[in-house]
């Protein structure tokens, strides 16, 4: 008896290595919006913080320079939706759809059901049900 030769040996292998290089680019990229974010985040808030506790502690801070703080942690939050769609692609591609100058030409704005029904695991028979009920 002669055991068959198997030449998809290398090629699950080479498979193996593209998921792998994918998986790891989609986790480096994740990694750096999440450390942008953060980064933000604390650049933005963290001097509101201390700045707080310390005009708790002994009350020597002008309320200028307070303010001035609150609208820097304000300022992180208008940024937030400025980073998302720069380094998350289906953040882009679902404000796209939601947002009229983001739409293409012809392109309908989608229901809530239609969303609903996209997200549910049952689409299929929920689908159907719901056209019972309308």
């Known amino acids: 008896l002669q055991v068959p030769c198997v030449l998809s040996q290398p090629t699950a292998g080479s498979e193996s290595r593209r998921f792998t290089n994918k998986h790891s680019k989609k986790a480096l990229k994740a990694s750096l919006t999440l450390g942008i974010l953060l980064g933000m985040f604390f650049v933005a808030w963290l001097p509101f913080f201390i700045t707080n ?3 708790a502690a002994c009350g020597c801070v002008p309320a200028g320079f307070f303010d001035v703080l609150t609208w820097l942690g304000y300022c ?3 940024m937030n939706p ?3 769609p720069l380094f998350m ?3 882009k591609r679902a404000m796209g ?4 100058c ?3 030409p012809g392109q309908p704005r989608p229901s809530a059901i239609s969303l609903s ?3 549910s695991n049952s689409a299929a028979r929920a689908a159907t049900s ?3 009920v309308l």
Do not use: A, E, V, W
């Open 53 to 55: 506790m310390t005009q």
């Open 102 to 104: 983001c739409r293409r």
């Open 76 to 78: 992180n939050s208008t």
């Open 117 to 119: 029904m996209r997200n």
């Open 130 to 132: 719901l056209k019972n």
């Open 97 to 100: 759809k939601f947002l009229p």
């Open 82 to 84: 400025i980073i998302y």
């Open 89 to 91: 692609r289906d953040f």
